[in-house]
């Protein structure tokens, strides 16, 4: 009855891991008795579940057990369904779910193509968080003090080509549309707060000594330039390509990966001296050395910092260690360095200029004068990055992307999904069974009949789990992921129930889903 009121509860909808166990229980028990409250009260109550059925495990059980991940899969759903019918809970089970039907990774696989010719998905080389036992990317919220979140071993960089969602085009509007989910714990709200972290500054440029490039610096206190005494990169910036050969260098870069990943890694700060240095842009005549270091990191602002040791705790430990100098730039703080506790009263001193203006006059002067100078400009950063979608594994969402002979990188066309996965996959060798296998691998373009290879790389199961709580809204729909007509009356999710840890990451991801959507003319 679409005119009575609606109320959609949703819980989030579990691995298939093969029992259901207290935690579940718990969680369906509070599901179930706001669903019943509500149908009590005469409302139209969505109550559904599904299953997020693809991930590793199932792979790990495949090749333990030698049984595909496909059947080992469904037997568990089986099992886990008939528990969950046993208790009694009032779940519509008429809209059943489970992400590793071709009925569901169908539409999945339509809206990866519409996001790649919006440009929302692209492919890029970068590090990544690689998992040598389970030989699969992770995405950073799956390692856990430097550990895969499975195989409990110690993750490593690795660079690979990757496919990204440019989830921070929308940085902006996931901050600021925050503050409209008045309903929403205030918890999750700052915790998606600080994962999306704004931080306003000026982006400031340093000209390396006897060469016509630059090392642009992200700071958010401008205002701090004259007590700079050095430069510090991360040994993921690009000025590292300069050192590839140095086998000095490769052995601190590997150091240096291995304590960052670590919680406490910047507690030992070490560095690596590069005998390059920058010109300081207002000073004359005054270089300052470049170092590459642990504690500076590639994906906050641009991989690189000028520091200032007088007023910054790590850059003083930093300075100390290599017998920087260390400049105050505060008046009558000499005593209390380092004195990082910045107040808009305090008045600057040594700082040419900005000699005798408080810090808030002082950082508004400064901006001015680096735009005057065209030496830089203010700006602001996001901490979100754009989020890595590809993982080296079989039993994934296969990504709709071919390789042609001529260099081209396309989409399968539409009328040929899904893209399914081969039934007959060997799991005794290493690695990603796809990238071996004899014949799914190969195909031809459809438009130009040439050679093409598909893509092995397998979608994070993330990816299928930011979209799902549209697709109970009509979860037999043929042609769309989900009928406009049913989410507009059911939508949106009236209460959500499941872990805040994991919540913080599956509702952020969700809400750039609904954008990405609907920049796809979805409604």
């Known amino acids: 009855d679409k005119e009575k009121k609606k109320f959609y509860v949703l819980e989030m909808f579990p691995y298939p891991s093969g029992n259901i166990h207290m935690g579940h229980l718990r969680n ?45 899969t469904k037997k568990n759903i089986s099992h886990m369904k008939s528990q969950l019918m046993k208790i009694g809970l009032s779940l519509d089970w008429g809209r059943e779910i489970s992400t590793c ?37 992770l995405a950073n919220e799956q390692v856990i003090d430097g550990k895969g979140w499975r195989s409990g071993v110690t993750v490593e960089k690795k660079k690979l080509s990757q496919w990204f969602l440019n989830i921070s085009k929308f940085s902006n509007e996931l901050l600021n549309d925050l503050e409209n989910l008045k309903d929403w714990p205030e918890k999750v709200k700052l ?42 990169l991360s040994v993921e910036h690009d000025l590292a390509q300069k050192f590839k050969d140095s086998e ?29 240095n920058v010109e300081h842009p207002l000073i004359k005549n005054c270089k300052l050395p470049i170092y590459f270091s642990n504690y500076v990191l590639i994906n906050y602002g641009n991989g690189a910092i000028f520091g200032c040791p007088a007023h910054d705790e790590r850059d003083f430990e930093f300075a100390k ?16 360095l380092p004195y990082c506790d910045f107040k808009e009263s305090d008045t600057l001193d040594n700082s040419n200029f900005l000699n005798g203006l408080k810090s808030k006059e002082a950082k ?50 539409k009328n040929q999904l899904p893209i399914e ?37 397998t979608l994070d199961t993330f990816f299928d789990s930011s979209w799902y709580f549209l697709r109970f809204c009509s979860p037999n729909s043929n042609d769309e992921p989900f009928d406009e007509k049913n989410t507009s009356y059911w939508m949106p999710v009236d209460h959500y129930i499941g872990g805040i840890e994991h919540a913080i990451l599956h509702l952020l991801y969700s809400r750039f889903f609904t954008r990405a959507l609907r920049e796809c003319g979805y409604k």
């Open 28 to 72: 369906y028990t509070i599901g179930d008795v706001i669903a019943r409250f509500y149908k009590a009260n005469k409302y139209n109550v969505l109550h559904p579940m599904g299953w997020d059925s693809f991930g590793m495990p199932a792979e790990n059980a495949a090749i333990e057990n030698k049984i595909s991940p496909g059947e080992w």
């Open 101 to 137: 039907e071709k009925k569901y990774y169908k539409h999945q696989q339509q809206i990866f193509i519409d996001f790649f010719n919006k440009g929302l998905v692209y492919k890029k080389d970068s590090f990544v968080n690689w998992d040598p036992v389970d030989k699969t990317v």
């Open 191 to 232: 915790m998606q707060n600080n994962w999306i972290g704004l931080s306003q500054g000026a982006e400031i440029k340093f000209k390396i000594v006897d060469s016509s490039s630059t090392i642009d610096v992200y700071t958010t206190k401008p205002e701090t330039l004259f007590g700079a005494s050095f430069i510090a």
């Open 248 to 276: 000095k260098f490769k052995s601190f870069r590997e150091n240096c990966l291995k304590l960052q990943e670590k919680k406490d890694f910047v507690t030992d700060k070490i560095g690596f001296n590069t005998q390059l």
């Open 321 to 336: 260690k290599y017998k920087l100098k260390i400049t105050s730039i505060i008046k009558n703080k000499n005593k209390e």
């Open 364 to 413: 508004k002067t400064i901006l001015k004068k680096i735009k005057q100078d065209k030496i830089g400009f203010e700006t602001s950063k996001f901490k979100l990055k754009d989020w890595g979608v590809s993982r080296q594994r079989f039993w994934g969402c296969p990504i709709p992307i071919i390789y042609r002979e001529d260099g081209e990188i396309l989409t399968v066309d």
């Open 421 to 457: 996965l081969p039934a007959d996959t060997d799991f005794s060798g290493s690695g990603n069974p796809l990238d071996y296998h004899p014949q799914w691998k190969y195909t031809k373009c459809s438009k130009s009949g040439l050679n093409a290879i598909r893509e092995t790389d």
